[in-house]
């Protein structure tokens, strides 16, 4: 087996070869990928090995920000991909991976299939709530959240719960309940930490508070820098708030960026008039093109934030996130959706938004001024 540093554009690593991110080689992750995936491929239909290589894979592509970890892991789960009735383990890691791929109905019934053989499962339940509310099935969200707490504790509840109230427009009565999370002795390992700490700095950020969130984010870096959502939320926020140099220096943390880093790059350079913004845009178009010419049929936030904040193609921007909100619901995509339909005046593409607020009472420092401008130009 042989090893590569991080590459760009994506690829599915080839059946002999494991191509490993600088995280993984950093952060100790590399012998792990190894070891499974040598076991997976002595027998590709041991379920167990295949399982394993396809967890570490999967948790690869989330640390990276990375689809080809989400292919690699799909490759792994081939003789199950189209069983119809899985065992739990193998349902749960399917789910995974489809929702990696934007497949959220699939996903949520594997998942569902999880559920129903091993109910005190707390990760089962916890990712449905999280593709739920990604779908805005806030009833049956709330319903896994209070199966959390009864089952699993009333920590995880609570975690959850948190989440609803930012996402239904009661963002500062989270806020406690993530201080105190933090601080637990239970919740004190990197993918905890990095999950709370992004929700954290989230619910910060939507209570109208982004310089305290951009603390908890520079702080939580600090400990870990390669937390992948973390960092890209950051980059965001901080391009958001005019710190341009800040959000340059922290997306070109590392040579080769993630995709949503290097968009963040490009519009910070821009913004700076910074004498790299060219060759930076260059690598993003080409990173675009490579992937059309591949036939790459998902889209991806930085795909929609390149097209439509440079103005390179705000109408292509514009149909992307028309077509990403019709999938999944998510507040920064809102705003994508509102820029560009505001942008080239055709605000009735956006008012699935306005109603999505409507239902969900949910309010953005970043959104409200948008909606606004879309209810006056809709007249609503």
């Not at 509102?338 to 605000?347: G, K, M, S, T, V």
């Amino acid at each position: 087996m042989g090893t590569a540093v991080l590459a760009q554009p994506r690829i599915q690593p080839g059946p002999d070869t494991v191509v490993l991110p600088r995280s993984a080689q950093a952060g100790g992750g590399a012998q792990a990928l190894r070891e499974t995936a040598a076991a997976w491929r002595r027998d590709p239909r041991n379920e167990a090995a295949a399982l394993a290589y396809a967890r570490e894979a999967f948790v690869l592509g989330l640390a990276e920000g990375d689809l080809r970890w989400y292919g690699a892991a799909r490759t792994a789960l081939e003789p199950w991909w189209t069983a119809p009735a899985p065992d739990a383990p193998m349902a749960f890691m399917r789910a995974l991976v489809r929702q990696g791929f934007h497949d959220f109905k699939g996903g949520i019934a594997d998942l569902n299939t999880a559920i129903a053989q091993d109910p005190a499962r707390a990760e089962y339940r916890s990712w449905r709530f999280s593709l739920l509310l990604l779908t805005t099935q806030l009833e049956a969200a709330r319903a896994d959240c209070a199966a959390i707490a009864q089952r699993v504790g009333p920590d995880e509840g609570a975690a959850c719960d948190a989440i609803l109230r930012v996402r239904t427009g009661r963002a500062a009565l989270a806020l406690p309940v993530f201080e105190r999370l933090v601080a637990l002795p239970d919740y004190q390992g990197p993918q905890a930490q990095d999950w709370l700490r992004y929700h954290q700095g989230e619910a910060l950020r939507v209570a109208g508070r982004p310089e305290a969130a951009i603390a908890v984010w520079q702080a939580h870096l600090q400990a870990r820098p390669r937390a992948h959502l973390v960092r890209s939320a950051l980059a965001d926020l901080l391009n958001q708030q005019g710190r341009h140099a800040d959000a340059l220096r922290l997306s070109l943390f590392e040579p080769a960026p993630s995709d949503a880093l290097l968009v963040q790059a490009v519009l910070a350079a821009r913004a700076l008039k910074d004498p790299r913004a060219e060759r930076l845009d260059e690598q993003a178009l080409q990173r675009l093109q490579a992937q059309d010419a591949r036939g790459e049929a998902l889209i991806e936030r930085p795909q929609m934030q390149y097209w439509i904040r440079t103005g390179r193609d705000v109408a292509r921007g514009l149909d992307l996130a028309a077509r990403n909100w019709a999938e999944q619901q998510e507040p920064a995509d809102a705003v994508l959706l509102a820029e560009a339909a505001l942008a080239l005046n055709q605000p009735q593409r956006a008012a699935p938004v306005l109603d999505w607020l409507a239902a969900t009472g949910y309010t953005d420092p970043a959104l409200n001024p948008l909606a606004q401008r879309l209810r006056q130009r809709l007249g609503r």
